[in-house]
């Protein structure tokens, strides 16, 4: 029994969901029910067999939201096979308990700590220098490539089943998630020196000293545990201050 | 000139008085409804980086008509919280809230004092709106745990055979985030919009020091942006691009304005 298309394509966007109860005990279990769904009405006609492979998929599951969709592809595959008999009934639970830890590493620490944080920065530098249509080239080029690898990751994790893992190794998301970081950092430098340099050339060349002052003790402030709220209020006291003392040193009004 | 001349130019006052009440209120409502939607992207669906500040403050400021207002904030509250990421079962702070109160704020405080989005008023809004990111963490954990009742009732139905609403229970989960954020980023920056105007009209010279905390904060934004990648090499890159950078800048014929 195969699953048709259109049927993949309904699970594909109930995948989009998949966080929308997010809850302390099951994490992303109703999530992931709501998805398979469609396949299972598909290969369980019978309501005990459905209510009973349904069950398996309201268990504990959390995953990374982007790489899950694998999981949800690799889990109809399995209850394909379980529908016709060639599988257990838990050889579906086993792969998702097999890869959900994986997974989510792979995810967090390609997409929410490198490819997201990398087009955050470069369209943070990229508004400070030309505006919005830097906003809307970042959106764009990210999502492109957030979807595509979402398709791919869930066509991969249907077709291939198990060897989901060798699809995933080859994309080598971990050394390209390294260079990303690196990039954000220089983009995260590069908007600090915007903010630097406009300073300067602002009505109080003060300014650029504050700021530069600004980024290194504040990333040596960070760096020591200090918290992130606090530290911007004494930042922005400090610069504030730093100015009004200038000011009146000048002489000025 | 008709007796009721003065009443009649009071009653016209009155209606554009009315009308911009009538003005503020949608703008409000809009605020509340792009702050919804985006703490529904964020985490219960799709996650397309709409909810980021860098896209929220231009959208916000867009609706309520002063897009430069949204873009004049949105690098520095993205540099900020570029740290925000939901990793595992940890709750990050609730950066799209902070991000639609500041922009909301800075940018209705800006249309009421008639200045726009000037640097004084982004920072003040930033002071007054971005604890908001830290209640919305808060309330990101309650939701977390009242889910565990959609999750119990989904289990319900399931043994009863209601499947279709059994796996529906997860849509439900979309309301409280919704909520949440559409009625406490339209209150944030109510403060600020109220606020705002009062504390510059009666420090006029506040502009100008306030002007050199909002050049520190974006500063320090693009410090915690760097600090919060966690890569061995980040803080060489963060300072070999800060270095280069403003020297090419500074050289560069005609700089950047």
Redesign the interface.
């Known amino acids: 029994m195969r699953i048709p298309p259109h049927t993949l394509v309904r699970v594909f966007w109930r995948c989009?969901?998949l966080?929308?109860?997010?809850?302390?005990?099951?994490?992303q279990?109703?999530?992931f029910?709501?998805a398979i769904?469609p396949a299972l009405?598909v290969l369980y006609p019978e309501?005990e067999r459905?209510?009973e492979a349904?069950?398996r998929h309201?268990a504990f599951f959390?995953c990374h939201?982007?790489t899950a969709a694998a999981i949800v592809g690799g889990a109809i595959h399995h209850e394909e096979r379980v529908a016709s008999g060639e599988e257990p009934g838990g050889a579906s639970q086993a792969y998702k308990a097999t890869l959900q830890g994986p997974l989510?590493a792979i995810g967090?620490g390609f997409f929410?700590?490198a490819l997201?944080?990398f087009?955050?920065?470069l369209?943070?530098?990229g508004?400070?220098?030309v505006?919005?249509p830097a906003?809307v080239a970042?959106?764009v080029i990210?999502?492109a490539i957030?979807?595509a690898l979402r398709i791919r990751l869930f066509r991969a994790g249907y077709l291939l089943g198990d060897a989901l893992l060798g699809e995933v190794a080859r994309l080598s998301l971990p050394s390209l998630a390294?260079l990303l970081?690196?990039g954000?950092?220089?983009?995260?430098?590069?908007?600090?020196?915007?903010?630097?340099?406009?300073?300067?050339?602002?009505?109080?060349g003060?300014?650029a000293w504050?700021?530069?002052?600004?980024?290194?003790l504040?990333?040596g402030a960070?760096?020591r545990g200090a918290r992130?709220?606090p530290?911007?209020?004494a930042?922005?006291?400090?610069?504030?201050?730093?100015?009004?003392a200038v000011?009146r040193l000048r002489g000025g009004? | 000139m008709p007796p009721w001349g003065p009443s009649r130019s009071s009653a016209a006052t009155k209606r554009a008085a009315s009308g911009r009440l009538r003005g503020e209120i949608v703008d409000y409502i809009l605020l509340g409804v792009v702050a919804g939607l985006a703490a529904v992207e964020r985490k219960g669906f799709l996650q397309a980086m709409l909810s980021r500040p860098i896209v929220l403050a231009p959208a916000a400021g867009l609706l309520l008509g002063d897009l430069a207002g949204g873009l004049a904030v949105a690098p520095a509250l993205e540099l900020l919280w570029l740290g925000a990421v939901n990793l595992g079962a940890a709750v990050p702070v609730h950066e799209a809230l902070g991000a639609a109160a500041i922009a909301g704020g800075a940018v209705l405080a800006g249309k009421a004092l008639g200045t726009g989005v000037t640097p004084a008023v982004a920072v003040l809004a930033v002071v007054l709106c971005a604890p908001l990111a830290l209640a919305g963490r808060k309330a990101d954990r309650l939701v977390e745990q009242q889910n565990e009742r959609l999750a119990a009732r989904a289990d319900a139905l399931l043994e009863r055979g209601d499947f279709r609403a059994a796996v529906r229970e997860n849509l439900y989960g979309l309301a409280m985030p919704f909520a949440i954020s559409a009625v406490l980023a339209p209150l944030g920056a109510a403060v600020s919009a109220a606020m705002v105007p009062a504390v510059l009209r009666h420090l006029p010279g506040a502009e100008g020091p306030l002007a050199a905390g909002w050049i520190a904060f974006t500063a320090f934004a693009a410090a915690s942006a760097a600090r919060a990648i966690r890569a061995p090499g980040a803080p060489v890159a963060f300072f070999a691009a800060l270095a280069a950078g403003t020297i090419a800048i500074l050289l560069a014929p005609g700089g950047v304005r």
Do not use: C, E
């Open positions: 989009l969901f966080q929308a109860a997010w809850n302390r005990r099951g994490m279990n109703l999530g029910g709501y769904d009405r309501p459905r209510k349904l069950r309201l959390n939201p982007y989510a967090d929410w700590t997201r944080p087009f955050g920065a369209a943070a530098l508004t400070l220098l505006g919005w906003v970042a959106l990210y999502n957030h979807l390294g970081r690196v954000a950092a220089v983009l995260a430098g590069l908007s600090a020196a915007v903010v630097v340099s406009r300073g300067a050339m602002g009505p109080a003060a300014s504050i700021a530069l002052l600004a980024a290194v504040g990333y960070l760096s992130l709220l530290a911007a209020y930042v922005i006291a400090l610069g504030a201050g730093a100015a009004l000011v009004p």
